[in-house]
């Protein structure tokens, strides 16, 4: 490849502040962008919207939405009604909201469209620091993926390795608020809220609410968060 030429990265985007930080990380060190969105039927659609005007924001080469019906399946309070999204403050062990398989799936989706690029790089905003205790945001899962995609893909075994970049998964959310600042991310573009409204403003009592205001308060940056209570 030609190194004046900027090498093509997939990043998984969800609209949310993480992903967007990590959409910022790529950019800076030189990727040229295709960003993947999954619309997997969660409950609102805010986020994808928000994801839209982030990849814009970013000049991003492309950004594509996929649609996956995860709620067919159920099983998480993000793709079933039923479910309650719970709004007493973080506890301990894996929540309900939890969707069973999601990262894996994405990655395995970012993995395919990565391959048909020729790119050798993805990125995934994944957090085991300030987290809800989801299993697939450990460094052990995303070590794991690497090891299996440069197991399953024509492109690895002809030597082109793939890497799994997760800049963020060690950092604290302040950390990660603080490092999006430095790199130009506006946060009001982004929606967190796990059942934010049709317009995209955050309920303010779910686990993603409150971590991502405690690390803008951890962070000392007025938080941008447009709250309907």
């Known amino acids: 490849m030609n190194p004046s030429i900027s090498p093509p990265a997939v990043i998984l985007l969800s609209g949310g502040l993480d992903s967007a930080t990590s959409l910022a990380i790529a950019r800076n060190q030189g990727y040229d962008c295709y960003c993947l969105s999954l619309d997997y039927g969660q409950r609102h659609r805010a986020e994808l919207e928000a994801a839209g005007r982030v990849a814009k924001y970013f000049g991003a080469r492309e950004h594509r939405t996929l649609r996956l019906d995860l709620a067919s399946f159920g099983g998480s309070a993000l793709t079933d009604d039923?479910?309650?999204?719970?709004?007493?403050?973080?506890?301990?062990?894996?929540?309900?909201?939890?969707?069973?398989?999601?990262?894996?799936?994405?990655?395995?989706?970012?993995?395919?469209?990565?391959?048909?690029?020729?790119?050798?790089?993805?990125?995934?905003?994944?957090?085991?620091?300030?987290?809800?205790?989801?299993?697939?945001?450990?460094?052990?899962?995303?070590?794991?993926?690497?090891?299996?995609?440069?197991?399953?893909?024509?492109?690895?075994?002809?030597?082109?390795?793939?890497?799994?970049?997760?800049?963020?998964?060690?950092?604290?959310?302040?950390?990660?608020?603080?490092?999006?600042?430095?790199?130009?991310?506006?946060?009001?573009?982004?929606?967190?809220c796990y059942q934010a409204d049709d317009a995209g403003r955050a309920c303010g009592r779910c686990d993603a609410c409150c971590l991502r205001h405690e690390g803008f308060i951890a962070a000392g940056v007025a938080d941008p968060t447009v709250y309907r209570v």
Not at 116 to 124: M, Q
Not at 152 to 161: D, L, Q, V
Not at 163 to 176: F, G, Q, R, T, W
């Open 82 to 192: 039923a479910i309650a999204v719970p709004t007493d403050g973080v506890q301990a062990g894996i929540p309900v909201t939890y969707v069973p398989a999601r990262n894996t799936i994405m990655l395995s989706l970012a993995l395919a469209w990565a391959e048909v690029l020729g790119s050798r790089d993805i990125f995934i905003g994944v957090n085991a620091v300030d987290y809800s205790g989801y299993p697939d945001c450990r460094p052990e899962f995303v070590e794991a993926f690497e090891r299996m995609a440069n197991l399953a893909t024509k492109a690895a075994i002809e030597g082109a390795k793939l890497h799994i970049h997760a800049p963020l998964v060690n950092l604290s959310k302040a950390e990660i608020i603080r490092r999006g600042i430095d790199l130009g991310v506006d946060y009001a573009l982004t929606v967190s």
